[in-house]
């Protein structure tokens, strides 16, 4: 049987990534998509042969791909969403289909505190103006203090609760209580 992966996630397609290498410890043989490129249908279907796992970027990923995939026994998404995968047709295949839940929440979670520090500061507008020739300034707040809303407290939004919430940021809660009326 095939010791063949497939490697196609942008991110590790780059160079060699450290995570990769229990893989080929293992005696896996990692077969890599163009560096830092989303792989088109047509490249798929020539790294596919004798590929056995398929770790997946964001690519879309056909029927015609997943036919083509034969001895492929899993693929795992480099990710949650697997809405790039036709699910039923990897299931009619008997090919499983993984996901790296919450494998990357951290560094999500600290995008998007970076992204409410950067609306805070008014980053993107004083970006563009300094693109654009102007200086001119723009006060920005602190987070300090401040009401902090999160929608949803998977693990991203736990970690963005804990890390707004925590001492080294100090933003407060928003707290909805869900109420109920009678008559």
Known sequence: M???ILITPRSLTQGRSPELQPLESA???????RPGQTPTEDELLELMPGCRGWLAGVE???ERVLQAATGLQAVSRNG???DNI???AAQRLGIKVLRAEAANA??????????ALASLRHLPALHLGLKRGQGKLI????????????IGCGAIGRIVAQL??????????LTLTRTTRSG
């Open 2 to 4: 095939s010791k063949r």
């Open 27 to 33: 005696g896996y043989e990692l077969i890599f998509a």
């Open 60 to 62: 879309p990923i056909s």
């Open 80 to 82: 949650t969403g697997v």
């Open 86 to 88: 036709l699910l039923e």
């Open 106 to 115: 951290r560094g999500v979670a600290e995008l998007a505190i970076c992204l």
């Open 139 to 150: 006060r920005g707040r602190e987070i300090r203090d401040r009401l902090f809303g999160l």
């Open 164 to 173: 707004a919430i925590g001492r080294a940021l100090g933003s407060r809660p």
